[in-house]
């Protein structure tokens, strides 16, 4: 059974540090791009980062460019989304994802990816 599990949210206070984890069973993610996306309530489910299943180019929204981090673990089959500098903007609910034809023009792209973990809650408050 192919399936994502996310890990590691939590409450958090501004300028403070998450590592989001996304697990993958049933099939290896090496082979896959791994994208993060997140909502926040009332809002459109929107693309944070992703890492290419090539070469491991990373893509990073602007919002979060030099504060998140994205990068696999191979050895754990899973892919990990470091979050510093954390902003109450930053609360959504975080998804990962996986999809096999992943660029640069479509990472942020819901519909570019296959499979989709339940997501974990990021609150950022003080």
């Known amino acids: 059974q192919v399936q994502l599990v996310e890990s590691g949210g939590g409450l958090v206070q501004p300028g403070g540090s998450l590592r989001l984890s996304c697990a993958a069973s049933?099939?290896?993610?090496?082979?896959?791009?791994i994208g993060w996306f997140r909502q926040a309530p009332g809002k459109e489910r929107e693309g944070v980062s992703c890492?290419?299943?090539?070469?491991?180019?990373?893509y990073y929204a602007d919002s979060v460019k030099g504060r998140f981090t994205i990068s696999r673990d191979n050895a754990e089959n899973a892919v990990v989304l470091q979050m510093n500098s954390l902003k109450p903007e930053d609360t959504a609910v975080y998804y990962c994802?996986?999809?096999?034809?992943?660029?640069?023009?479509?990472?942020?792209?819901?519909?570019?990816?296959?499979?989709w973990g339940q997501g974990t809650q990021v609150t950022v408050s003080s």
């Open positions: 049933g099939f290896t993610l090496d082979y896959y791009a």
């Open positions: 890492i290419s299943a090539s070469d491991g180019t990373t």
């Open positions: 994802a996986a999809g096999p034809h992943v660029g640069w023009s479509s990472w942020y792209k819901r519909g570019r990816y296959d499979y």
